[in-house]
Every structure is written in C-alpha cells, then in structure tokens.
C-alpha cells in the first residue's frame, strides 16, 4: 500500500503488527511509534521495520510518499496469517 504526504501533512497508522515495513519512497519521513523514546527519520530508500505494538504516527518533512510492505504472514491474536497481497 502506498501512501502519499504533502508538506508537514500528518497520518496516523495506528497500530501495525510487528514485522510491517515502512519504506520512504520519495521525500522525507519523520516516524514516531508509541513506547519508543527513538523518533525515526527517513531518507528516500530508507525502511523502518515495526519492532512492537504501539501507535505509530508518520509525518512529511517534505511532499513525500511510503510504501507499507507486509510480512508473508502476519500473527493475530497468536494465530499466524498468511497475508494476501
């Protein structure tokens, strides 16, 4: 799924299972997630893997774009998914 920020533009992506990938494609990336004293920055081509629950907040320091890439199989509720692309 890609996503596409303009300027300073705000998007909350709550919580993502562990596994997913964040990706900046174009622009710049600034990455905050729930319980975690890191804030992440992105550069074009740089990827932030979600390590643990916890919301996650993604704002553009520029006109910008993500990718969220999907792990083959995703675990809910402790049951492994198989996840469809």
Request: proline share 4%.
């Amino acid at each position: 799924m890609e996503i596409l920020l303009q300027d300073k533009e705000v998007a909350g992506l709550g919580k993502l299972p562990k596994g997913v990938v964040i990706e900046c494609l174009t622009g710049h990336l600034w990455i905050t997630r729930e319980g975690d004293n890191n804030d992440h920055i992105l550069h074009v081509g740089n990827e932030y893997t979600v390590s643990d629950k916890g919301r996650i907040v993604v704002m553009a320091h520029s006109n910008a774009s993500l990718k969220l890439k999907w792990p083959e199989e995703v675990i809910f509720g402790g049951a492994l998914v198989p996840v469809l692309h």
